[in-house]
């Protein structure tokens, strides 16, 4: 069945640094991709999406590209805040209509 | 402003107390689903709706009833909750579908059963 594997965290990075979150997924045709953000406290949000192979969804800095030849849509960001401390999460558009999840990366950013 | 509203934010129970969960949203959207999260298990979805009267089971949807009789409301019902089910959960919606479209998730429900 669908499925989401991201990296396991937590990630802790120092401000600036660069951040690469990997996520992978198997599903049957080209299903809607999805990165998804939690802040401490707070339900999800939409982070940025993509609905094809080779679209990069794109939004605050962070990016993500769909890769349909590696069956991958890593996070990335340049250089991270503080403020982007949270819980990230891959997910995919299911066959059954649905959502599915990854387990989600804690990315914890020091001053 | 366009949210997603659930209630109570935090509860604690007791084991076979039948409790419900609501949810609301006010963006006039089709879809609507719940989540449950787990550490370590990530979310997990419990039940969806297409739409009013039309709802179908999730991933884990034992010891879980829902009802969509309007467009805006999506309750959780827990007939004889356990601790097992002692969770966070989300509700969320979305325009037209749950694969393709943004959802927007609620605040999320806090649960303990004791």
């Known amino acids: 069945g669908d499925s989401v594997t991201q990296m396991e965290g937590p990630v802790t990075l120092s401000e600036e640094a660069f951040l690469t979150i990997n996520c992978t997924y198997t599903?049957?045709?080209?299903?809607?991709l999805f990165w998804y953000v939690q802040y401490p406290g707070e339900g999800l949000q939409l982070l940025l999406k993509a609905t094809k192979a080779d679209d990069k969804g794109s939004n605050k800095g962070f990016e993500a590209t769909y890769r349909k030849e590696t069956t991958s849509f890593h996070l990335e960001k340049g250089s991270v805040q503080v403020s982007d401390s949270a819980v990230y999460f891959c997910a995919l558009g299911g066959s059954q209509g649905n959502l599915i999840f990854g387990k989600g990366t804690k990315l914890s950013v020091k001053p | 402003e366009a949210q997603v509203t659930q209630n109570p934010r935090y509860l604690i129970t007791v084991t076979g107390k039948k409790l419900t969960v609501t949810c609301s949203q006010n963006m006039n959207h089709e879809y609507m689903s719940w989540y449950r999260q787990d550490p370590g298990l990530g979310l997990r979805q419990i039940y969806y709706s297409m739409n009013v009267e039309v709802t179908d089971k999730g991933d884990v949807p034992e010891g879980y009833k829902v009802s969509r009789k309007e467009k805006r409301n999506f309750p959780l019902i827990l007939e004889s909750p356990s601790p097992n089910q002692t969770s966070l959960y989300f509700c969320a919606s979305s325009p037209r579908d749950g694969q393709s479209d943004t959802q927007y998730f609620g605040p999320g429900t806090r649960l303990t059963v004791l």
């Open positions: 599903a049957t045709g080209y299903p809607s």
